[in-house]
C-alpha cells in the first residue's frame, strides 16, 4: 500500500473520535491494535477506515495483515458497495491519533454500537444470559466485564449512563474485540431495562460481598440477569431494591472485594458448568423474587 499524504490523511478526526461527545454525534470509534482489528474483520465489521503506520507496513506481521486487509475489503465492497480507505501513514503522525503509550501501527475506525456486512451467529445458550454493570468507572474493567461475557456465551451486555462508554477506544481494546462478539447496549435506565427483561421472565441476581446465595447453589440454568456494581460502591441504592435476589463469592482469604471484571469471571463460569450439566442433572430451584 502506498503511503498517504499527511493532507490526505483525517487525523483530527480521528483524534477527536477519543472524546465521547464526538463518539456520540457521529456514532464512531477507534478500535485499536492488531489483535482487536483482526477479530473485527474476522467478524465482519462493517469497518470505515483503516491506519496502518509505515513501520508496521514495513513490517513481517505487516505484510501478511495488509494481504488479508485486501482481500476483506473486496468482499466488504462487494456486499455494501463500498471501498473502505486505508491510510498508511508516518509513525510520528500515527502516535498522535493514538492513545496508546506504544502504538501498534494498526487502527480503525467502525461503526457503534457495530455493523456487520454478513448475519451474525446466535448466541449460545437457548436461555438469555443477560450481564448488566452499573456504576463501573473505569473503562478497563467495563471492556474487561464485555471480554468475559462473550467468553461465556452471554447474550446480551448492559451498561448504564453512571458507566464508563462500552465503546471508548480503551474499553473496546480492553476487550479484546470481545465488543462484537457479544450485543453491547448502553441504556439511560437500567432500571427499566431490567423491568423489561423481568417481564420476559427473566430472574434478576445483583452481586454482594458479604451476603447472598454462593454461585453453585445458586439455580442459573434458567434465564437470568446479573448486575455488578462498583467495586467501591456496589450497586446504587434504586437497583438494589429492584433486585431481591443476591450471589456473594466466598473470599475466604480476608480481602474485602474482588476486581468486578474478576467477580463476573468467576460468577459466570459458574453459569457455564450449570448450564454445561447433562440435562436433569441440576436439581435446584429459583427462589421467589415476587413481581418487579
Same mark, same amino acid.
Given at each position: 500500500? +502506498?503511503? $498517504?499524504?499527511?493532507?490526505d490523511?483525517?487525523?483530527?478526526?480521528?483524534?477527536?473520535?477519543?472524546l465521547?461527545?464526538?463518539?456520540?454525534?457521529v456514532?464512531?470509534?477507534l478500535a485499536e491494535?492488531?489483535?482487536?482489528v483482526?477479530v473485527?474483520?474476522d467478524?465482519? #465489521?462493517e469497518?470505515?477506515s483503516? %491506519?496502518l503506520?509505515r513501520?508496521?507496513? &514495513?513490517?513481517?506481521?505487516?505484510? *501478511? %495483515?495488509?494481504?488479508?486487509?485486501?482481500?476483506?475489503?473486496r #468482499?466488504? *465492497?462487494?456486499?455494501?458497495?463500498r471501498l473502505?480507505?486505508?491510510?498508511?501513514?508516518?509513525?510520528?503522525?500515527f502516535?498522535?491519533m493514538s *492513545?496508546?503509550?506504544? =502504538?501498534?501501527?494498526?487502527?480503525?475506525?467502525i461503526?457503534?454500537p457495530p455493523? %456487520?456486512i454478513? +448475519?451474525? @451467529?446466535?448466541g449460545?445458550? @437457548?436461555?438469555p444470559?443477560?450481564?448488566?454493570g $452499573?456504576?463501573?468507572?473505569?473503562?478497563?474493567?467495563v471492556g474487561?466485564? #464485555?471480554?468475559?461475557?462473550?467468553a %461465556?456465551g452471554?447474550?446480551?451486555?448492559?451498561?448504564?449512563?453512571?458507566?464508563a462508554? @462500552?465503546?471508548?477506544?480503551?474499553?473496546i481494546?480492553?476487550?479484546?474485540g470481545g465488543?462484537?462478539?457479544?450485543?453491547?447496549?448502553?441504556?439511560?435506565s437500567?432500571e427499566?431495562?431490567l423491568?423489561?427483561?423481568s417481564?420476559?421472565?427473566v430472574?434478576?441476581w445483583k452481586t454482594?460481598?458479604?451476603e447472598?446465595? /454462593?454461585?453453585?447453589?445458586?439455580?442459573?440454568?434458567g434465564?437470568?440477569?446479573? +448486575?455488578?456494581?462498583?467495586?467501591?460502591?456496589? /450497586? =446504587?441504592?434504586s437497583?438494589?431494591?429492584?433486585?431481591?435476589?443476591?450471589?456473594?463469592v466466598?473470599? @475466604?482469604?480476608g480481602?474485602?472485594s474482588?476486581?468486578?471484571?474478576v467477580?463476573? +469471571?468467576?460468577?459466570?463460569y &459458574?453459569v457455564?458448568?450449570?448450564r454445561?450439566?447433562?440435562?436433569?442433572?441440576s436439581?435446584?430451584?429459583v427462589?421467589s423474587?415476587?413481581?418487579?
Open positions: 500500500m +502506498a503511503s $498517504s499524504n499527511d493532507r490523511v483525517p487525523w483530527r478526526f480521528v483524534k477527536s473520535l477519543h465521547k461527545k464526538h463518539r456520540d454525534e456514532g464512531l470509534s491494535g492488531l489483535r482487536v483482526k473485527c474483520i467478524a465482519g #465489521v469497518i470505515q483503516l %491506519f503506520s513501520e508496521f507496513v &514495513e513490517s513481517t506481521a505487516g505484510e *501478511a %495483515f495488509q494481504c488479508e486487509v485486501e482481500a476483506y475489503r #468482499v466488504a *465492497a462487494g456486499l455494501s458497495g473502505f480507505p486505508v491510510y498508511t501513514v508516518r509513525d510520528e503522525l502516535e498522535k *492513545a496508546t503509550e506504544a =502504538p501498534q501501527g494498526v487502527l480503525a475506525v461503526p457503534v455493523r %456487520f454478513r +448475519a451474525q @451467529p446466535r449460545l445458550w @437457548p436461555e444470559l443477560v450481564v448488566v $452499573s456504576g463501573i468507572q473505569d473503562p478497563g474493567n474487561t466485564m #464485555v471480554r468475559t461475557a462473550a %461465556f452471554a447474550t446480551e451486555v448492559i451498561f448504564g449512563n453512571d458507566s462508554d @462500552p465503546f471508548s477506544p480503551k474499553a481494546r480492553a476487550s479484546a465488543f462484537v462478539q457479544v450485543k453491547v447496549t448502553r441504556v439511560r437500567v427499566d431495562e423491568c423489561r427483561w417481564e420476559q421472565g430472574t434478576l454482594h460481598p458479604a447472598g446465595t /454462593l454461585p453453585w447453589e445458586a439455580p442459573l440454568t434465564p437470568v440477569a446479573i +448486575a455488578f456494581g462498583s467495586e467501591a460502591r456496589g /450497586l =446504587p441504592a437497583l438494589d431494591r429492584l433486585i431481591p435476589l443476591a450471589l456473594r466466598p473470599m @475466604p482469604g480481602v474485602e474482588l476486581n468486578v471484571g467477580s463476573c +469471571a468467576i460468577i459466570l &459458574e457455564l458448568r450449570q454445561s450439566l447433562p440435562r436433569g442433572l436439581t435446584k430451584t427462589p423474587q415476587g413481581p418487579v
